[in-house]
């Protein structure tokens, strides 16, 4: 199995981003929840 360096980059931003800014995930997080 490969990763190739777009789902490394993902897969990065997905565990490092939400730390950096929690707040800044909710605010996509919630509206979309909403939405739905």
Known sequence: ???NPATKVQL???LE???LVPGL????WVPAKQST
């Open 12 to 14: 990065r931003l997905s």
């Open 25 to 28: 995930k909710n605010l996509w």
């Open 1 to 3: 199995m490969s990763f």
């Open 17 to 19: 981003y939400p730390k």
